[in-house]
């Protein structure tokens, strides 16, 4: 069974704290993401990366940063959070093939900076 | 600029009857178009998809429509059932950049 694991379900930090989510997946796939819901937005991209060490920014990259030191874990950095950061987040994997918009999400993590 | 919109945030429907979501985009470089389903507390799981050349694709109790010239699409589930009640969100897939661009959802309640 395919899985996607967050290392929190639930995050309060302060503002201006350094946030690190943490996204392991055990799949063996290249391409991992990172995406925030907001209501009435939908899912929006954060940064992706298609290999270890590579990334592209997404949609939405300002305020974040991303790592891949290992291909099966995928970590979202936020250097100083904001209240605006407030928000559902995220992340998938899916594997490199001529036709791969099938992801696979991991739980989500809902974060609250106060 | 959102490329890819569900105008309808809500949706209720009586058990047996059908449900019909829509979705509408603006770019026509997308090569597929998808439907994914999300459960509170889970993430979001992939249902079904159509590609940008066909019209119509069918998965059991699950349809989705394509109308290029429109720039829409549409999912209908047939017959609705109560576990169907979930959050649906369209999107939309390039090869180039393999992003997939997701609307806003619609949240379906199925009522028994």
């Known amino acids: 069974d395919v899985k996607v694991t967050q290392s929190s379900r639930y995050l309060v930090k302060r503002t201006g704290e350094k946030v690190f989510l943490e996204c392991v997946q055990d799949?063996?796939?290249?391409?991992m993401f990172w995406y925030r819901q907001d209501p009435g937005l939908g899912l929006r991209l954060i940064y992706f990366?298609?290999?270890?060490?590579?990334?592209e920014k997404g949609d939405i990259p300002e305020g974040y940063s991303v790592s891949r030191e290992k291909k099966e874990r995928f970590s979202l950095i936020l250097e100083s959070a904001s209240t605006n950061q407030t928000s559902m987040y995220l992340c998938?994997?899916?594997?490199?093939?001529?036709?791969?918009?099938?992801?696979?999400f991991g739980p989500g993590t809902r974060l609250t900076v106060t | 600029d959102q490329q890819v919109k569900q105008n309808s945030p809500s949706l209720s429907v009586q058990e047996g009857r059908i449900s019909i979501l829509n979705c509408d985009y603006t770019?026509?470089?997308?090569?597929?178009f998808l439907w994914y389903k999300k459960y509170p507390a889970e993430g979001p799981t992939f249902l079904i998809s159509?590609?940008?050349?066909?019209d119509k694709n069918e998965d059991g109790r699950f349809t989705v429509f394509l109308n290029k010239s429109a720039k829409h699409l549409s999912l209908h589930i047939v017959p609705s059932q109560p576990g169907d009640s979930a959050v649906y969100f369209c999107?939309?897939?390039?090869?180039?950049?393999?992003?997939?661009?997701f609307g806003g959802g619609t949240r379906v309640l199925v009522k028994p």
């Open positions: 990366s298609y290999d270890v060490k590579m990334k």
């Open positions: 159509i590609s940008s050349i066909k």
């Open positions: 770019n026509s470089m997308f090569d597929y």
């Open positions: 999107a939309a897939w390039k090869a180039a950049g393999n992003k997939l661009t």
């Open positions: 998938a994997s899916s594997e490199i093939r001529l036709v791969s918009y099938e992801q696979y």
């Open positions: 799949m063996d796939h290249e391409n």
